[in-house]
T-cell receptor
Framework: LAKTTQPISMDSYEGQEVNITCSHN???????ITWYQQFPSQGPRFIIQ???TKVTNEVASLFIPADRKSSTLSLPRVSLSDTAVYYC???????????????FGTGTRLQVTL | DTGVSQNPRHKITKRGQNVTFRCDPI?????LYWYRQTLGQGPEFLTY????????KSRLLSDRFSAERPKGSFSTLEIQRTEQGDSAMYLC????????????FGQGTRLTVV
C-alpha cells in the first residue's frame, strides 16, 4: 500500500482558502486518492476522491498532478466548523479483494480561528 | 436516520470481561469494515466483509477478537478477555461496493477497560 505523508497540523483564519498537500510517491496504477474529515468523537466523513487531474464537489477540490505522486485538498473560505483532522488515503478502492481496505495515517489537524 | 448505526456508544468494562459491539450498516451496502482508533491516531483497519464473507483480517485482530456478519446485514465485533490495551474507539463503516466506494462511518463505540 502506498504510504502517505501530510503535515501534522495547519492553522488558518476564517474565510481563507486552505490547501493541504499529501505526498504519495509510491502510488500504484490502480490507486485512487481519497480524503476524509474527522471531528472529535465522530467517525471519519468522506470528502472527495479522485484519480487524476482535478475533482471538485460542493465541499472541496482535489488537485492531482500528472505524475500522481502528490495531491492537494483545497477548502475554499474555511469556517470555524472546518476545524477537524483531514486524512489523505491512497489505495485500490475498486478492488473487491484484499486491497480494498482504507489505510489511514495520522492526518492533518486543521485549526481555524477568527 | 439512515446512516451507519453503532451500539452501544460507550462501554466500560472490567479487564477480563467479554464485550460485544453491534454495527448496522446502511441498507444494501455490501461492504462492511471495522476499524479501531486510539487517541491521536488515525483509524486502524481490523477486518472487512463483502456481504457475509469475511475477506480480510488484520494482524491487529488477535484471537481474542471475532467478527461476524450473518446474512450480510448487521455485524458484531466481540472481544474476549478484554485487556486495558483494548481501550479505544471502535468504528464501523459500510460502502455500496465497487462502483461507489465512498465509505460511510458510524459514530463509533468507545470502549474503556478498567
Amino acid at each position: 500500500l502506498a504510504k502517505t505523508t501530510q503535515p501534522i497540523s495547519m492553522d488558518s483564519y476564517e474565510g481563507q482558502e486552505v490547501n493541504i498537500t499529501c505526498s504519495h510517491n509510491n502510488i500504484a496504477t490502480n490507486d485512487y486518492i481519497t480524503w476524509y474529515q474527522q471531528f472529535p468523537s465522530q467517525g471519519p466523513r468522506f470528502i472527495i476522491q479522485g484519480y487524476k487531474t482535478k475533482v471538485t464537489n460542493e465541499v472541496a477540490s482535489l488537485f492531482i498532478p500528472a505524475d500522481r505522486k502528490s495531491s492537494t485538498l483545497s477548502l475554499p473560505r474555511v469556517s470555524l466548523s472546518d476545524t477537524a483532522v483531514y486524512y489523505c488515503l491512497v489505495g485500490d478502492v475498486k478492488n473487491t479483494g484484499t486491497a480494498s481496505k482504507l489505510t489511514f495515517g495520522t492526518g492533518t489537524r486543521l485549526q481555524v480561528t477568527l | 436516520d439512515t446512516g451507519v448505526s453503532q451500539n452501544p456508544r460507550h462501554k466500560i468494562t472490567k479487564r477480563g470481561q467479554n464485550v460485544t459491539f453491534r454495527c448496522d450498516p446502511i441498507s444494501e451496502h455490501n461492504r462492511l469494515y471495522w476499524y479501531r482508533q486510539t487517541l491521536g491516531q488515525g483509524p486502524e483497519f481490523l477486518t472487512y466483509f463483502q456481504n457475509e464473507a469475511q475477506l480480510e483480517k488484520s494482524r491487529l485482530l488477535s484471537d481474542r477478537f471475532s467478527a461476524e456478519r450473518p446474512k450480510g446485514s448487521f455485524s458484531t465485533l466481540e472481544i474476549q478477555r478484554t485487556e486495558q490495551g483494548d481501550s479505544a474507539m471502535y468504528l464501523c463503516a459500510s460502502s455500496p461496493g465497487r462502483i461507489n466506494t465512498e465509505a460511510f462511518f458510524g459514530q463509533g463505540t468507545r470502549l474503556t477497560v478498567v
